[in-house]
């Protein structure tokens, strides 16, 4: 069992910055696949960056790549999302996830576990 908890949503204008931070803790000594999502209003959930604890290269969103980092901090069990250059169509709800244990970054239906979101506002 994983809880997650995020934070470092905020409103921002276009062009900002943001970093999103997510808490991990329960079985926090598992490998497995943690990762960002959001969910703008009116729309589907869409997959954001991911990666796999246990190291290797992480998954970014085609159109994401170049402006938003997902990290790491191992010893505190918790992972980044660094935003950079937001963009109006950024608004919505980003959430963290993570997978069962020893799970890869596949497929959105891995991801068992999910915190509670941060709202995102970008503003024009």
């Known amino acids: 069992q994983v809880e997650l908890v995020e934070s470092g949503g905020d409103s921002v204008q276009a062009g900002g910055s943001l970093r999103l931070s997510c808490a991990a803790s329960?079985?926090?000594?598992?490998?497995?696949?943690m990762g960002w999502f959001r969910q703008a209003p009116g729309k589907e959930r869409e997959g954001v960056a991911s990666l796999y604890t246990g190291g290797g290269s992480p998954y970014y969103a085609d159109s994401l790549r170049g402006r938003f980092t997902i990290s790491q901090d191992n010893a505190k069990h918790t992972l980044y999302l660094q935003m950079n250059g937001l963009r109006p169509e950024g608004t919505g709800m980003y959430y963290c996830?993570?997978?069962?244990?020893?799970?890869?970054?596949?497929?959105?239906?891995?991801?068992?576990?999910w915190g509670q979101g941060t709202r995102v506002t970008v503003s024009s």
């Open positions: 329960g079985d926090t000594d598992s490998n497995r696949c």
């Open positions: 996830a993570a997978t069962g244990p020893g799970l890869g970054c596949y497929a959105e239906g891995a991801f068992s576990y």
